[in-house]
């Protein structure tokens, strides 16, 4: 068993360490399907734990000798992103069970609280408050490509955001599959934005904002966005 915990969190440790005895029969499930994610709560606070679905015979082998656990990136992209003054659920610990090659690991964080998904702008009028989400959207996903990270699975369950005093923040969950440091072309900017949930004017409003932000031509944006959301069949 191989534990990786954040400094903050090393009085935890006899906890953490317990988790994957105790992960199958304690804790709320939130969500189950490849992975399983539960809530468990540890002194008055809440920590989410995602379980990855163990990996086919030929991958355990892999991510026990050459590459890293699903868990293991989650826990290093999470520090990466607030390292470069992004926001993710605080990372806490991720533990990998090697048995044969890896057959278990976990991915702790932080929960959030008083977040909405990107996904509920979908079906909201257009009012002032939701095209002032839309644009500072928009101005996130630029700052998020200015800073070469590309989150692979730029979906509406994994953008997060609420109201700030100083206007709305954002959050990427779901970050195993990242890309971090490396050029991202403009039209593989729109292509990732193929899914996010939006209807057809909320991303008119989204890449205007973007296009505008990263110096491209805001007809071509919108063009190119529409073109890959139409073909994902997202609208």
């Given amino acids: 068993m191989k534990f990786i ?5 090393k009085q935890d440790s006899d906890f953490i360490k317990r988790i994957p005895e105790i992960f199958s029969y304690e ?7 490849r992975n399983t994610l539960k809530r468990f709560g540890y002194k008055e606070r809440a920590w989410i734990v995602k379980s990855f679905k163990v990996p086919h015979l030929i991958n355990r082998f892999v991510y026990a ?9 989650s826990y290093e992209n999470g520090l990466k992103l607030i390292a470069a003054g992004f926001y993710t659920p605080t990372p806490v610990a991720c533990i990998e069970q090697i048995d044969f090659g890896l057959s278990h690991s976990f991915y702790i964080s932080e929960e959030l609280t008083g977040v909405h998904e990107i996904r509920e702008l979908q079906d ?7 095209i002032d989400v839309l644009k500072a959207f928009g101005t996130f996903s630029a700052a998020l490509h200015t800073a070469r990270i590309y989150h692979k699975d730029y979906t509406p369950g994994n953008i997060l955001y609420k109201r700030t005093d100083v206007g709305y923040r954002f959050y990427l969950v779901d970050i195993n599959r990242m890309s971090i440091g490396k050029y991202i072309p403009e039209k593989k900017s729109y292509w990732n934005f193929r899914r996010l949930c939006l209807s057809h004017e909320g991303f008119i409003v989204f890449t205007q904002t973007f296009a ?8 071509y944006a919108v063009k190119e966005v529409l073109f890959h959301a ?6």
């Fill in 5 to 9: 915990i954040n400094d903050l969190y």
């Fill in 27 to 33: 804790g709320e499930t939130i969500f189950q399907f």
């Fill in 65 to 73: 000798t050459f590459r890293q656990s699903k868990a293991r990136r």
């Fill in 124 to 130: 909201q009028p257009m009012t002032p408050e939701r």
């Fill in 212 to 219: 505008e932000i990263m110096g491209y031509n805001k007809d």
């Fill in 230 to 235: 139409r073909k994902n069949k997202k609208f």
